[in-house]
């Protein structure tokens, strides 16, 4: 838990703006190749590839440069675990309502995928491992990625650091791209609301989005519209749109008595748009419920609890802090830099459902520089 600490996500600040700004350079790169003065990109792929990107620099002292390389082998395993096409998202639906035991063992293709997928990413864990240890041995790794504050830490084996590594490749990778995916769908639909966030971003981070200007957390974290619209993208589209937890002993629910036992479904898109949290305009985006005063933190809403995009207590999200970061700066670089529409003018949203949600087959987006 120390090395989520926001004392070293600060640290972190600069690696997550110069993978944003490598991003949108090699969107750029995309324009310059085309005929015209746009082109069209799908920016959940670009948001995959960044997000992991980032994850390796910044959770692991690693580039696994899938920015520059997309067929890099990691990017290549995780498209097929999160994988958009029918079979797939069929087999994962079947897979969920299964038992675990159950699900797991199946002779499936896809069980099979998952266990060599599982392979490729210990085996990458692995030598990271490896090779940090090495480095820290011969006094020469002081990094500020979250593996090397783990491992000089002294509190985890390497095999425990394996897990780890594992554990929030999977949960801070596809994440973070689905939120960035959100916001560029968002401010498609609502251009009066990307075009006043990109007058706040070119206004107030001018240094920063100069050639080669860096990034640091006092600099970003104090935009209100900056804040209002990834709190207020993150409200509407929470990435993780349900999740499971067992109760450990006989317990009730709004007076329902639930035995122990009992699978629950935590739907934190449900409660995140639930009329009597947030108001009849809860299914809006309104960005404006964040600026009012006092509202930075809640929108508005009485309850902490009204939010569960990261869920709340002892196994909430660690990540939290980096991945707001890490959002503030993916949306900032890109939406400082580009004009984003819809490919299509009259696109109507289609949600796939999967561990993360997103816009089904991806969202194709006409990019302009401004
Ligand atoms: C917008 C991005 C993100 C969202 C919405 C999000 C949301 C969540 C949620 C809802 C959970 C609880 C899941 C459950 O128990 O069923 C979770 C767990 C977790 N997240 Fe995140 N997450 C994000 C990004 C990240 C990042 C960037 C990292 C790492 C750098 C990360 C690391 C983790 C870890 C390690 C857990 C497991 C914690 C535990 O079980 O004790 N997350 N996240």
Same mark, same amino acid.
């Given at each position: +838990?120390p090395a989520? @600490?926001?004392?070293?996500?600060?640290?972190?600040?600069?690696?997550?703006?110069s993978?944003?700004?490598?991003?949108?350079?090699?969107?750029?790169?995309?324009?310059?190749?085309?005929p015209?003065?746009?082109?069209?990109i799908?920016?959940?792929?670009?948001?995959? #590839?960044?997000?992991?990107d980032?994850i390796g620099?910044?959770g692991?002292?690693?580039?696994?440069?899938?920015?520059?390389?997309?067929?890099?082998?990691?990017? $290549?395993t995780?498209?097929?675990i999160?994988? =958009?096409?029918?079979?797939?998202?069929?087999?994962?639906?079947?897979?969920?309502l299964?038992?675990?035991?159950?699900?797991? #063992?199946l002779?499936?293709?896809r069980?099979?995928?998952?266990? @060599?997928a599982?392979?490729?990413v210990?085996?990458?864990?692995?030598?990271?491992?490896?090779?940090?240890r090495?480095?820290?041995?011969s006094?020469?790794?002081?990094?500020?990625d979250?593996?090397?504050?783990? +491992?000089?830490?002294?509190?985890?084996?390497?095999?425990?650091?394996?897990?780890?590594?594992?554990?929030?490749?999977a949960?801070?990778?596809?994440t973070?791209?689905?939120?960035?995916?959100?916001?560029?769908y968002?401010?498609?639909?609502?251009p009066?609301?990307? =075009?006043?966030l990109?007058?706040?971003l070119?206004? $107030?981070l001018?240094?920063?989005l100069?050639?080669?200007?860096t990034?640091?957390s006092? $600099?970003?974290?104090?935009?209100?519209?900056?804040?209002a619209v990834?709190?207020?993208?993150?409200r509407?589209?929470?990435?993780v749109p349900?999740t499971? #937890?067992?109760t450990?002993?006989?317990?009730?629910?709004?007076?329902?008595?639930?035995?122990?036992?009992?699978?629950?479904?935590?739907c934190?898109w449900?409660?995140?748009?639930?009329?009597?949290?947030?108001?009849?305009?809860?299914? $809006?985006?309104?960005p404006?419920?964040?600026?009012?005063p006092?509202?930075?933190?809640?929108?508005?809403?009485?309850? @902490?609890?009204?939010?569960?995009?990261?869920?709340?207590?002892p196994?909430?999200?660690i990540?939290k802090?980096?991945?707001?970061?890490e959002?503030a700066?993916?949306?900032?670089a890109?939406?400082?830099?580009?004009?984003l529409?819809?490919e299509?003018e009259?696109?109507v949203?289609?949600?796939?459902s999967g561990?993360?949600?997103?816009?089904?087959?991806?969202?194709?987006?006409?990019? #302009?520089?401004?």
């Open positions: +838990m989520f @600490n926001f004392r070293h996500i600060k640290d972190l600040y600069p690696i997550f703006w993978k944003s700004r490598e991003m949108t350079k090699k969107i750029s790169e995309t324009i310059a190749a085309s015209s003065t746009e082109s069209v799908e920016i959940r792929e670009w948001a995959s #590839r960044a997000t992991l980032i620099v910044a692991m002292g690693k580039d696994f440069d899938s920015l520059t390389n997309p067929s890099n082998e990691l990017n $290549e995780y498209r097929k999160f994988g =958009s096409d029918r079979t797939a998202q069929a087999v994962r639906v079947l897979l969920g299964l038992p675990h035991w159950l699900a797991t #063992r002779p499936l293709q069980n099979d995928e998952i266990g @060599n599982i392979n490729t210990k085996t990458v864990a692995a030598s990271l491992v490896a090779e940090k090495s480095k820290l041995e006094g020469s790794a002081h990094g500020t979250i593996l090397s504050v783990a +491992m000089e830490s002294g509190g985890f084996s390497d095999a425990d650091l394996v897990n780890q590594l594992m554990t929030f490749l949960a801070g990778h596809e973070t791209a689905s939120a960035l995916t959100w916001a560029v968002c401010l498609c639909r609502n009066d609301v990307q =075009s006043r990109r007058t706040e070119r206004t $107030e001018a240094s920063a100069a050639q080669d200007g990034m640091n006092t $600099e970003i974290d104090r935009l209100p519209y900056l804040n990834l709190q207020e993208t993150m509407i589209f929470p990435p349900l499971l #937890r067992e450990a002993h006989d317990t009730t629910i709004q007076n329902q008595f639930v035995p122990a036992g009992t699978t629950v479904v935590i934190p449900a409660i995140n748009t639930s009329t009597k949290l947030w108001g009849p305009d809860a299914r $809006e985006f309104t404006e419920r964040w600026l009012k006092g509202t930075a933190n809640t929108g508005g809403a009485e309850s @902490n609890y009204a939010n569960c995009t990261f869920l709340h207590g196994r909430s999200c990540g802090d980096f991945a707001k970061a959002f700066c993916l949306v900032a890109l939406v400082a830099k580009f004009e529409q819809f299509d009259g696109y949203l289609k949600i796939q561990i993360t949600a997103s816009p089904k087959g991806g969202l194709r987006i006409r990019v #302009r520089e401004v």
